[in-house]
């Protein structure tokens, strides 16, 4: 079974397209939030990230703080890197879990963090223009105003980093259509 990334910067799309290709019936692992329901259950991760982030990472029924939290990693590259460096194995580790129980030609993995030598087969690259990016986030994300959005755009790689490890690229640029640029891949990826 083929194993997919499929990634790019936040507000890209990447949802949007995980979400035509699982009406192909494609299998999609979204790993942020499967990072989040990790972050809510799992006790080892719940102790670490209250040591790194403080008791303030979570509210008193134990929900996650993502505002709190969010705006204290998206402003420091060093929080950010112990805070992945706390999460990213046990996702992975759930990523193999979940691989377990699949059957289909190919799975795709959804994650706006992504390495070429993560494991993956193939990389899908959904690349959008900065401006669109921040237009559709100031309507998805009303709880984030430009300086949050403009911090996790420079936490995250550039446009550039993103399509040197593309197999594939998908223009999500709202002039170019979506569904035949995913089902052109689709027919590459089962052939
Ligand atoms: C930082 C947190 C609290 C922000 O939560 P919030 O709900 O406000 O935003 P959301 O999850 O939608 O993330 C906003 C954007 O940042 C991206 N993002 C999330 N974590 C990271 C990260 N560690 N590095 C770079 N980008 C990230 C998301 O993919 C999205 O594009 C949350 O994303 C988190 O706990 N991240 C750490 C876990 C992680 O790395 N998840 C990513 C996949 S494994
Ligand atoms: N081609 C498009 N036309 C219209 N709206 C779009 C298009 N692409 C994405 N959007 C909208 O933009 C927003 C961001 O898209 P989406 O959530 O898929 O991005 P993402 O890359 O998954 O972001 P994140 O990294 O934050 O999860 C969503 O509200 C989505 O519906």
């Known amino acids: 079974m083929l194993k997919v990334g499929l990634t790019g910067g936040i507000g890209s799309g990447k949802s949007l397209v995980a979400k035509l290709f699982s009406l192909l019936e494609v299998p999609i692992y979204e790993s942020d939030q499967r990072a989040k329901w990790l972050i809510e259950h799992h006790e080892t991760i719940i102790s670490e990230i209250k040591e790194l982030l403080g008791d303030e990472a979570y509210n008193k029924e134990g929900k996650y703080n993502k505002e709190f939290v969010s705006k204290a990693v ?71 105003n430009l300086t949050e959005i403009e911090n996790i755009l420079a936490n995250q790689k550039s446009p550039e980093e993103f399509l040197e490890m593309a197999d594939f690229v998908i223009n999500n640029d709202e002039k170019s259509l979506l569904i035949p640029q995913v089902l052109e891949i689709y027919k590459k990826l089962i052939s």
């Open 74 to 144: 998206f402003q420091n590259k060093d929080l950010l890197k112990k805070l992945n460096q706390i999460v990213h194995p046990r996702v992975g580790q759930d990523f193999e879990d979940w691989l377990i129980v699949q059957n289909a030609p190919f799975v795709i993995k959804e994650a706006a963090i992504m390495n070429r030598n993560a494991g993956l087969d193939k990389i899908i690259v959904v690349d959008s223009p900065k401006e669109l990016k921040i237009k559709r986030l100031l309507i998805r994300d009303t709880h984030r």
